[in-house]
């Protein structure tokens, strides 16, 4: 039998919205008709530590990801993404939020190309900070992941979940942060190709 | 759903009419889970938010010993505080069906110990269920409340963090209400026997755990094997919790039908038939559970089981993934057998980054931080006994020495002033204790410094709200678990109760103040008819309180004399706060800065300085 399973792995620090990222993943995908299954930070590693999520989409008895296994790394910082990194599989994607024009170091370039790792960063915090909600740098991240079109979850789902999930005026700013995040992402994928 | 939401909804569904807790992760969020899906179904229960574990424990118990279903939530520490109660109440058993659920914390991520409930459910001989998943998670407790119910004693059901905290796809229907009249039987020979008798209850005891291990053998929905009829193995897998769901996950990943698999969902009284049975047809056995053995202790056979003692897993820690992987693989390996991989795939050396480590801090304008600096600043040489919650992360400005327990901030500090007494030292000791902490367990300590006569500072860190564990109400603030006003209590009264004769109520933001009455507290406890010297430094938790901690926000800036002392960020560590390398001076993340305006008063160039026209900076 083939082992169907789409794994992410997201990180960050506390207080960056890890937890609320990992909600509008899973309910985008539960939408979709997949079985999610999750393990969250929760405690004491809330305050400002590095906090890592994971998120697997298929049909799994464990909510943990093995290490060489996640098919994406989502992370909120470009320090914790390398922290992590060593849980990305072979032909994984890392997708960080980083205003580093040379992302990803120089020092893990040659390990990433060599286990065909494709690695994207994007300044998803400024991008957020222009809409007034530094704390929605999130729904960025989701946003330019989903224009690189990696994820198993279509942008439209991801819509609609976030009209569900926030509130007032946060909303529209919110849908806007999502769009241009995944204009960007498309644009980079178009890029490349 | 959230693992702890499906205990909520598994507490509902057996018609568990009360539940008490006190919070503590990863256990925190099925109380408020209870009371949310009461409301949704419009199932009439009643919850609290107790004042400690132990207290919990005792509502819980007293209204099963009345007929109705109840349960208590706790973390596995937690359940050391309520360890009285539960040796007890083994013994006494009750009428209606009464379930305990504490959550153990492998790794530990946010516990002081990794302890295993499991191995306390055998001390006190009470049977416990150990769930995979959140879905088993409710499944395990319908089959809880049968069992607690059929032999009249409490059962334990023991979540791991990776339950509690997992999320799961979870769906269910209508909830039937279940109401049974509260009717306390008086039979004062059981509910408060003699040791004379206690001897017959524990006979009695004994006996129903027998029966209760016959019901196990039989429980095929936790208790299962993936052996074929009639095939012997040279190698198989005994597992429980979280454990199992790996190993499922990996037999199944790795196609690996011939190494097989006994599950065991009720580990004590263990299940010994079925163990037996699966031993027999199985050359080596290897025992995956987690946190600490009791599966290995309690099957015995040393000669074939391969755990923790023969040195195969590790004994401190989590079982990840990988983990689990690396050890089943090393087993087949020295087996002779084949392995699940052969090469284990490359992996990058992180260390060699030498990534900084980011441990937690306290948030961006914490009322706690001015209060752990003005500590420091005025007793460079004190002794700072701190206890549990965000403020344990005073360690961080030096104003932290010791961490021990719930309330011993206030008995190690009598501790260390009776041992540097009776010497002739004199150092000043500051003790401090969050809110919620002091009504948990401070009281009893208080009361024995103040009656025999020790003598330090002691700082209640008062934010108006149980923090850490994410955001509870406390009784200093009168609101009851479900939203409704309780009767407040207000800290004065109850420390002023304890006997102490100084106290003095500080703004936590106000810096000056703070160091003065510091300055005062401590001359206090030299005096002659002097005594304990308690602060209350109020102030409300930025997290939950946003608009009332900040009301003005101060919009602050690092002037040009700044020297890059590194006072603001390293000593006073707020994370707003960073070195420019390129100014060669520190500045402000205006993202993460709140406006506290605390950092004004601690620059000593006076460099952090509020911008005019923005905010008034008072
Ligand atoms: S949550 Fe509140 S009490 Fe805890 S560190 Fe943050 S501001 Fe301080
Ligand atoms: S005002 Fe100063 S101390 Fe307060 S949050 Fe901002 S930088 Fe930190």
Not at chain 2, 186 to 199: C, E, H, I
Not at chain 2, 600 to 607: F, K, L
Request: hydrophobic share 40%.
């Amino acid at each position: 039998m083939e082992h169907k399973v789409y794994d992410i792995i997201l990180s960050g620090l506390g207080g960056q919205g890890i937890l609320f990222l990992s909600k509008i993943l899973a309910e985008a995908a539960m939408r979709e008709g997949y079985l999610v299954r999750g393990a969250e930070t929760h405690g004491m590693a809330q305050r400002g530590g590095s906090v890592i999520g994971h998120l697997r989409i298929g049909d799994v008895s464990s909510s943990l990801i093995r290490q060489n296994c996640a098919d994406c790394l989502l992370s909120l910082d470009e320090i914790e993404a390398y922290r992590n990194i060593n849980y990305l599989k072979p032909e994984g994607v890392l997708c960080v939020n980083t205003p580093k024009e040379d992302f990803p170091i120089r020092q893990v370039k040659e390990f990433l190309e060599k286990k065909k790792i494709r690695a994207y960063g994007f300044d998803c915090l400024s991008l957020a900070i222009k809409e007034g909600m530094a704390q929605s740098t999130n729904i960025g991240l989701i946003g330019f992941s989903l224009g690189l079109g990696f994820l198993p979850i279509p942008y439209n789902q991801v819509v609609s979940v976030i009209q569900d999930l926030s509130k007032g005026p946060s909303k529209e700013k919110n849908l806007k942060i999502l769009e241009e995040a995944y204009r960007e992402g498309k644009r980079i994928q178009g890029d490349s190709n | 759903m959230l693992g702890n939401g499906a205990i909520a909804l598994g507490l509902l569904e057996a018609g568990c009419e009360v539940l008490t807790s006190y919070p503590g992760t990863p256990s925190s969020e099925i109380l408020p889970e209870f009371i949310r899906l009461s409301r949704l179904e419009g199932i009439n229960t009643y919850a609290e938010w107790s004042t400690n574990e132990k207290v919990a424990f005792d509502v819980a118990y007293a209204v099963a010993v009345a007929g109705k279903r109840s349960a208590c939530s706790m973390k596995q520490v937690g359940l050391n505080v309520a360890m009285d109660s539960l040796m007890s109440s083994a013994y006494i058993g009750q009428e209606g069906g009464f379930v305990v659920i504490s959550c153990d914390d492998p790794g530990p991520h946010s516990s002081q110990t990794e302890q295993d409930t499991r191995l306390v459910a055998r001390i006190a001989k009470v049977p416990v269920f150990d769930p995979s998943t959140p879905q088993e998670a409710r499944e395990m407790i319908q089959e809880a409340f049968s069992i607690s119910e059929a032999f009249k004693v409490p059962v334990i059901l023991r979540p791991t963090i990776r339950v509690c905290h997992g999320r799961e796809v979870i769906g269910w229907d209508q909830i039937r209400p279940v109401r049974v009249p509260a009717r306390f039987q008086r039979d004062p020979n059981r509910w408060a026997a003699t040791p004379r008798f206690r001897y017959f209850l524990h006979k009695g005891l004994n006996q129903k755990l027998k029966e209760i291990q016959k019901r196990f053998e039989e429980m095929g929905a936790f208790n299962r094997h993936s052996m074929l009829a009639f095939k012997d193995y040279p190698f198989g897998i005994i597992s429980s919790g979280v454990c199992y769901a790996v190993v499922r996950d990996l037999i199944e990943e790795f196609g690996r039908d011939d190494i097989p698999v006994l599950k065991i969902g009720t580990p004590f009284p263990l299940p010994e038939e079925l163990v037996r049975e699966f031993l027999a047809r199985c050359k080596k056995v290897m025992v995956l559970e987690e946190t600490d053995s009791l599966l290995e202790y309690l099957i015995g056979d040393r000669s074939r089981v391969l755990g923790r003692e023969s040195g195969h897993v590790p004994r401190e820690g989590e079982l990840v993934p990988e983990l689990i992987l690396r050890v089943i693989n090393a087993a087949l390996v020295e087996l002779g057998l084949e392995p699940l991989v052969i090469e284990e795939e490359a992996t990058f050396p992180v260390q060699e980054l030498n990534l900084p480590v980011r441990k937690p801090r306290l948030c961006p304008g914490c009322p706690h931080r001015p209060v752990f600096y003005a500590i420091r600043r005025s007793n460079p040489k004190g002794i700072f006994t701190s206890d549990i919650g965000c403020y344990t992360l005073g360690l961080n400005l030096g104003a932290v020495d010791t961490c021990l327990d719930m309330g011993a901030a206030i008995t190690m500090a009598t501790g260390f002033y009776h041992a540097h007494r009776m010497d002739q030292v004199d150092r000043p000791i500051v003790a401090t204790i969050g809110d919620s902490t002091f009504f948990h367990s401070g009281t009893a300590g208080l009361l024995n410094s103040v009656y025999n006569d020790a003598r330090f500072i002691l700082v209640i860190l008062d934010n108006e709200i149980t923090a850490m564990t994410g955001m509870q109400p406390t009784p200093g603030l009168g609101i009851k678990a479900d939203g409704t006003k309780g009767k407040r209590i207000p800290l004065q009264d109850l420390i002023k109760g304890c006997g102490v004769e100084y106290l003095k109520v500080v703004d936590s933001y106000n810096l000056p103040e703070l160091i003065s009455t510091l300055k005062e507290a401590h001359e206090f406890t030299k005096r002659e008819d002097g005594g304990i010297a308690a602060i209350i430094a109020r102030h409300p938790c930025v997290i939950a309180y946003r608009k009332e901690a900040v009301p003005h926000p101060v919009k602050v800036a690092v002037g040009e004399e700044c020297n890059l002392c590194k006072l603001c960020f390293e000593r006073f560590e707020c994370p707003a706060i960073s070195k420019d390398e390129a100014r060669g001076r520190a500045v402000i993340n205006q993202v993460l800065c709140v406006g506290c305006g605390v950092c004004v008063h601690i620059c000593p160039e006076g460099a952090i300085k509020p911008i005019e026209g923005e905010g008034n900076g008072a």
